[in-house]
Every structure is written in structure tokens, then in C-alpha cells.
């Protein structure tokens, strides 16, 4: 038996108990095995009453998002207007991509309730279980030259991490360049995508992944102990619409700001929520490991790392494996 199928006849009992012995044999399945699948649709977000000798009622479905629900609270400009909401999908990514090329304006967003290939930097696989998180990709076309795409990289945790607090009382730290961290483990991952033509960039895909409301059981184990939701963090559940338009509207800020006064303004945000300054890092660059004490961002974001020697090498790309006191 599924948790589908105990669904599918909960469902059917159209608001009134479906007794335990009924379930039992309509699925041929033992009571606990009955009780193990009620207690996996709770997971699932289903609020299921349970009454000795009247048996299980659905009372509740897991929220959804909407799009009568998101555009009334949208106060942005232009972030967010455009919005493609999906049920599911291999990835956001992919979805704007192909809207960009039709000509999509800035601002545009996709959102999924899940999605089947869901991917991270370095070519990982991203968790996005249905109707659990914000798996989210808006279309930027912003008038900077190629080489200064890592400042958006940078722009865009400052936004989540802005976002976030607004909505949940947690204490976000950035890990560079774009991880976000609820102590010490990762709530929420950035991706930025480009398509550049002869040096000049076309538009900038960001996507957005934040594991909202995914319990543990969500995870696949050897993630636990580097990865986190928003629930388990706080031990609430969190309105994702709130969270997205509260989103927009830091990006939407953030983005106009850098448009207008360039990077200095975001770096120093940037540098105030980062969790990776001044302490010993190990970080694997395309080059090979370094070690040392990253100390500040530099003019075109990237990461200013002193070295044992007391010189500078200034990274664009790694992977920080070890981040110590
Ligand atoms: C990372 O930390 O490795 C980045 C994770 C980015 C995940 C988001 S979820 C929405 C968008 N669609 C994807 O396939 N990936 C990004």
C-alpha cells in the first residue's frame, strides 16, 4: 500500500471518518501499516484526525501556492509580474530559459511545487519535493558587462538572506558566494545561469532554492548533516507565499540599487552577513586547494583570500570545504 492509495480513500470519505478496518481491508494491509502511511501524509503536510473506533479524516491539505493568492501581495515594480506558476517539472531553470529566448522581460519568474531534476551548483542534484519549498528562477537582463556576472551571484544571497529574516526569526549567515546558513547548515542554494553573445550578457537566469517546509524524512540521510529546512529550524511552518513576495521585493531594492550605484553598496551588505571572513578556510579552486583567511570581496566580487605568507590571491571560484575559527 501507498500513501496515494490511503489518500485516495480518505479523500473519497468526503470530509467524514473512513474506519481503520476498512481501510485495512480495502488495501489488504495490516492497521499499523495503516497507521505507518497516516503518519507519512502528515509528514506530507495532511492533517488527518484520528479517533479511536470512528477511524481517520482528512482535515487539511497541504498548502499550495497560488496566483490569486501571490499577485495581490506583490508590491514590486516589476519582479514577479510575469509569473509562470508550475505543478511539476524537471527544473525552473530550463522553463525560464526557454521563456528568455522567446523574449521574456526582466522580472519574469517561474515557480515549481516540485521538480524532478532539480540541480545546484558544481552540477549537484537539488531536493525539491512537492509543495515543501520555494523553487523559484527569475529572469534577469541586466546592463553589466560579462565579467562582473559574480556580482549578481553575491547580490542575489544578499536578497534571500534580506528576505528571510523578514519572514523567519532565524539568524542567516552567507557562506561564499551564495550559500545560505541557519547554523551552520544550508537552507538555501543560489544558481546563476547565463547566456552571453561576443562578450556581452544577454540575460542572467537566478534560481532560487529554499528548502522551506521539508522535514527530515525529506532528505536523503547523508544530507542531514549539512543540510536544513526552515521548519526544522524553527519548528514552524512557513507561509511560502509571504516568503516569495518578500523576496521580490529585496531583489527588486537590491537590484535597482546596484543599477544605480554600483556594487560598493552590496559588497558591504554582503561582507555583514557572510559567515566566511577571517577564519581559516580551505577552499578547492579549479586551480587546486589554498588555504587561508578569506578577508574581504574585492571591486568585481570576488573573494580576497590572505595567504600564510601574508600576500593576497583573489579567488572567482571554489568550493570551501573547511571553514574554522
Ligand atoms: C546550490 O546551492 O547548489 C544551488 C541550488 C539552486 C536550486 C534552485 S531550485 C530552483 C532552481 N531550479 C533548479 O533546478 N535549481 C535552482
Do not use: C
Not at 471518518?17 to 481501510?23: A, D
Not at 554600483?262 to 589554498?290: C, D, M, Y
Amino acid at each position: 500500500m501507498s500513501k496515494e492509495n490511503l489518500l485516495s480513500l480518505l479523500e473519497a470519505g468526503a470530509g467524514e471518518y473512513v474506519s481503520g478496518e476498512e481501510i485495512s481491508g480495502k488495501l489488504n494491509v495490516s492497521r499499523t501499516a495503516v497507521w505507518k502511511q497516516v503518519r507519512k501524509l502528515e509528514a506530507d503536510g495532511y492533517l488527518i484526525e484520528a479517533v479511536p473506533r470512528l477511524g481517520y479524516k482528512l482535515v487539511g491539505k497541504p498548502s499550495r501556492l497560488s496566483i490569486q493568492e501571490l499577485l495581490p501581495k506583490l508590491k514590486t515594480k516589476q519582479f514577479g509580474h510575469q509569473l509562470r506558476l508550475l505543478d511539476v517539472i524537471p527544473s525552473t531553470q530550463d522553463e525560464l530559459r526557454r521563456l528568455a529566448e522567446q523574449g521574456a522581460a526582466e522580472g519574469t519568474l517561474v515557480i515549481a511545487e516540485q521538480q524532478t531534476s532539480g540541480r545546484g551548483r558544481m552540477g549537484r542534484h537539488w531536493v525539491s519535493p512537492a509543495g515543501k519549498g520555494v523553487w523559484m528562477s527569475l529572469l534577469l537582463r541586466p546592463p553589466v558587462p560579462l565579467p562582473l556576472t559574480p556580482q549578481l551571484t553575491l547580490l542575489a544571497a544578499v536578497a534571500l538572506s534580506r528576505a528571510i529574516s523578514r519572514i523567519v526569526p532565524v539568524e542567516i549567515g552567507i557562506k561564499w558566494p551564495n550559500d545560505l546558513l541557519v547554523g551552520g547548515k544550508k537552507i538555501s542554494g543560489i544558481l546563476l545561469e547565463s547566456a552571453a553573445e561576443d562578450e556581452r550578457l544577454r540575460y542572467v537566469v537566478v534560481g532560487m532554492g529554499i528548502s522551506v517546509n521539508l522535514d527530515a524524512e525529506d532528505y536523503p540521510e547523508e544530507l542531514l548533516i549539512k543540510a536544513i529546512s526552515l521548519k526544522m529550524a524553527t519548528g514552524t511552518i512557513i507561509n511560502r507565499s509571504e516568503l516569495i513576495v518578500s523576496i521580490l521585493e529585496q531583489f527588486e531594492q537590491l537590484y535597482e540599487l546596484y543599477l544605480e550605484q554600483g556594487f560598493a553598496p552590496i559588497r558591504s551588505l554582503w561582507e555583514a552577513h557572510s559567515v566566511t571572513l577571517n577564519k581559516q578556510t580551505l577552499l578547492h579552486t579549479p586551480q587546486g586547494p589554498i588555504e587561508g583567511i578569506p578577508r574581504n570581496l574585492d571591486e568585481m566580487g570576488g573573494l580576497r583570500v590572505e595567504l600564510a605568507d601574508g600576500s593576497f590571491r583573489t579567488i572567482y571560484s571554489a568550493e570551501i570545504s573547511e571553514n574554522r575559527n
